[in-house]
């Protein structure tokens, strides 16, 4: 059967991809890949999935780009507005349950699935997890996205309770990393978040930066960086 191109150019914009949440010892740590495609084509290779809510509030999206960017743009909103009536910042639970009710009041029409982390002074590092459909979940750790699929069995092995922030960074790189080299919507860079009683740290893993898994070929010079770095030399006759 012959494929339509066309059709690929004109689909929504989906971000199949690879997100995590992670807790540990005094916060948590949200990870991404940045691979967003149209059909089988990469619309963005360097998207940014981590998105804020609030100053101690993140999101990582995940399915149709559009539906998640709506849903955070309300909610953030919303936290806006409940933080100047309150005059302090809204917590995780409340902007979890945010999300949580509009996924749910319009489950029939969005196709995203969430995770939600933060730190706040009440209950410190949480992570919750919206799938599809508008259920919400606390858990120590959460994955979603296409590339999840591939991954709870690693973390039924790795993950363990009252890890350090090294570690748990280095959990979230390494698990995005791997659903990078087994899920063909996932890929690009590795961004992270680290939330905290200090506030937010963001770090930028490049794809050339990533562990290598047994089956992976190591990245070389693309034809351009090679022409570009050699010297001409006259042809032998």
């Known amino acids: 059967m012959d494929h339509d191109a066309t059709s690929d150019i004109n689909a929504p914009h ?8 992670v807790t540990y010892n ?14 089988m084509y990469v619309a963005n290779r360097a998207s940014d999935k981590i998105t804020q809510l609030t100053d101690n509030v993140y999101i990582c999206r995940s399915g149709s780009a559009a539906d998640s ?17 309150l005059g302090q910042p ?12 509009l996924s749910y009041s319009n489950k029939n029409m969005l196709q995203t699935g969430i995770i939600v982390g933060g730190w706040d002074k009440y209950e410190g590092g949480k992570i919750y997890g919206i799938p599809l459909g508008g259920t919400i979940l606390e858990q120590p750790f959460a994955i979603g996205g296409s590339g999840s699929s591939y ?3 690693f973390f039924d092995q790795v993950w363990k309770d009252g890890m350090t ?6 959990l979230v790189v390494k ?37 290598l898994w047994h089956d992976e070929i190591e990245a070389h010079d693309s034809l351009i960086d090679i022409l570009n770095n050699s010297t001409a030399e006259p042809m032998s006759t």
């Not at 948590?28 to 967003?36: K, M, Y």
């Not at 922030?165 to 280095?170: G, Y």
Request: hydrophobic share 40%; net charge neutral; aromatic share 6%.
């Open 69 to 85: 960017q709506i849903v955070s743009d309300y909610v953030r909103y919303f936290l806006h507005q409940h933080t100047i009536q």
């Open 14 to 21: 989906s971000m199949g991809t690879t997100i995590i949440g």
């Open 175 to 211: 698990a995005v990393s791997l659903a990078i080299a087994r899920d063909g919507a996932s890929g690009g860079v590795v961004r992270t978040v680290i939330i905290n009683e200090e506030g937010v740290t963001r770090n930028f893993y490049p794809g050339d930066k990533l562990p």
């Open 151 to 153: 991954l709870y069995g």
């Open 26 to 39: 005094g916060g948590v740590v949200l990870g991404a890949d940045s691979r967003t495609s149209t059909g």
């Open 165 to 170: 922030k090294d570690e748990a960074e280095q």
């Open 90 to 101: 809204a917590t995780v639970k409340v902007s979890a349950n945010l999300v949580r009710l």
